[in-house]
Every structure is written in C-alpha cells, then in structure tokens.
C-alpha cells in the first residue's frame, strides 16, 4: 500500500466517523420527537428550525460541563473506559461492505463478533472502576445479558455463513439480487431484531440502565463528556445494528435510496419499542435468551447444514 492509497484510507475512515457522529446526533433528535408525539406532546422545537439544532447544543452542553470523579474510583480505568467503548462501536463500522475495498475485508463477520465481544469488557471495566456496587450490579447485569445474547446472535450468523459460504457482508449483497432473506428466513430476522434490541440495552431489555432499581445502572457516576462518550456508544451502536438488519435481510445494495430507507425504518422500530413496550423483569430475559432464542438458532443453524449438504449431494 502506497502513501496515496494510505493517505485516502485514513481520510475515508475519517470521512466515515464524522457521517456516523452526525447520524447519531439526528438520530437523538428523531427519538426525542417520536417519544414526544407517543407522549403527546411536542418534544424539541425551540432551537433552530422545529429544533433541528438541539443535539448539536446538547453536546456542547455535555462537554463544557465540568468533569467530576468520584474520589475512590480507579482512575485510569475510570476515565479510559467510556473512550474505549465508543473506539470499538466505530471500528465496527468498518464492516461495511465498499465496493472499492478500501475498508471491506473478507472476515467481516468475524471482526464484527471481536468488536461486539469486546464490548462486555468496556461495561464491565465501567461498572468496576466507578467503586459503587449500584455502578457495579449494573455493570454485572449487562453482561451477563450481553453474553447471554452473543451466543444467539453468532449461532445466527453461523447460519448464513453456511448459507452464502463466506465470512464477509459484501457476499449478502450479491445473494439477494433476486429475492431477499427476510421472505426466506423470516424467524431468523425476527430473533435478529429482538438480539440487537438486548444487545444495545434498549427496551424492553434495558437492565444495565434500570432507573427504578439500580439508578441509573452501570454510567450512574459518569458525567459530562464520560457520560457523553457512553451516550454516543449507545446510538452508534443502534445505527450499526439498523444498518446489519438492512444489509443481511433487506438487500443491502449501499448505492440504493432504498438501503437507507430501511435503515431508518430499523432505526425507528427500535424508538417505537421503547416508546410502547415496559420493561422485562430480569429471570424472563435470561430465560428467553437460553430457553427460547438458544434452541431456535440451534435448530435453524442444523437445518441450514442440512440442508447446504443435501444441496451439496444433488450436486455431485
């Protein structure tokens, strides 16, 4: 790799970041007006145009507050934490299939698992770091929710890597030229969503943020530009998850208004959710996770290997 070719790789990764930043700030701004109008009531609409500007003003806000740690905590841990979770939401985002591969690699669906599977260290280190045992029973809790729904979720994934025979997203686009996996796998997208809804903490599974019993969960010490940081995790992640459902049930085609469309259909579901359904009590989560969802992908994941060596059989 030249200069010319490094030099375009770092700018398009920088390009890539900013457009993410900027879909999680109006991606806030949509949340807070749907939840308003499920609400009945307006929601922001006082800065700029029908409050356009709000979330630009509420990350000025969060930055220049001041900056405050709890003076038992670890500090180093404390403090690198948040920046760390939010590292590894972008580095994620690298999966997304160019078609001038500058980002798109052939083991896409296995960096994406190292990155969701690193996430847990991040919560977990937050939680541990602030010394608060509200801190670190919400930090406990969304882990092992994670954890419990990461199985889930590789099992599934396992199922079309047997089912397009690579581990890399580009491959979903040139599968689904004539018919889209979510007519043929419709269960499997239906567990996909509510796996994306646990793993991003949203509800009806958001424990690790569970107001009403452990304040606030495992951010309850952050502040200012550390809370910030987790906030902006947390939305990055909800747009990558948009983007996943879109690309591997929806078609995928990234050049299409369509693609994009679906994305923010995703994305809005997500809003509606949380708007709509209360929140799970703590055993029927886990429950679901290792009694419903685990047997389900199971059985999908044996009958998409049966059914690859059947075809292979025919084949011959």
Do not use: H
């Amino acid at each position: 790799m030249n200069l010319n070719e490094l030099s375009l790789f770092f700018i398009t990764l920088l390009i890539l970041v900013i457009m993410v930043m900027v879909g999680v700030a109006f991606l806030t701004l949509m949340e807070r007006k749907l939840l308003g109008y499920i609400q009945i009531r307006k929601g922001p609409n006082k800065v700029g145009f029908m409050g356009i500007l709000q979330p630009f003003c509420d990350v000025i806000k969060l930055f220049s507050k001041e900056q405050i740690f709890p003076s038992i905590s670890n500090y180093y841990p404390y403090y690198i934490s948040p920046v760390f979770s939010l590292f590894l939401i972008l580095s994620s985002w690298m999966i997304i299939p160019y078609f001038t591969n500058l980002c798109s690699f052939n083991l896409s669906i296995l960096f994406f698992l190292c990155c969701t599977s690193m996430g847990v260290y991040s919560i977990m280190i937050c939680g541990w770091s602030s010394n608060s045992k509200y801190s670190l029973l919400g930090g406990l809790r969304s882990v092992a929710q994670t954890i419990s729904y990461e199985v889930s979720m590789a099992i599934i994934l396992m199922c079309f890597i047997f089912l397009i025979e690579d581990y890399s997203f580009l491959t979903f686009i040139e599968f689904q030229y004539y018919i889209w996996f979510i007519f043929i796998t419709f269960p499997l997208s239906v567990v996909w969503f509510i796996i994306c809804l646990a793993e991003t903490n949203r509800t009806p599974f958001d424990f690790a943020e569970g107001e009403s019993e452990l304040v606030s969960g495992f951010n309850v010490e952050y502040s200012s530009g550390s809370f910030a940081l987790i906030f902006m995790a947390e939305y990055a992640s909800i747009l990558l998850m948009s983007m996943l459902f879109s690309l591997m049930f929806l078609g995928g085609k990234l050049f299409s208004l369509l693609f994009y469309f679906n994305l923010t259909m995703i994305s809005f579901f997500f809003i509606l959710i949380r708007g709509t359904l209360p929140r799970l009590r703590y055993d029927k989560l886990m429950l679901m996770a290792w009694k419903s969802f685990l047997p389900i992908s199971l059985n999908c994941l044996m009958f998409f290997l049966s059914l690859k060596f059947l075809l292979g059989i025919f084949m011959i």
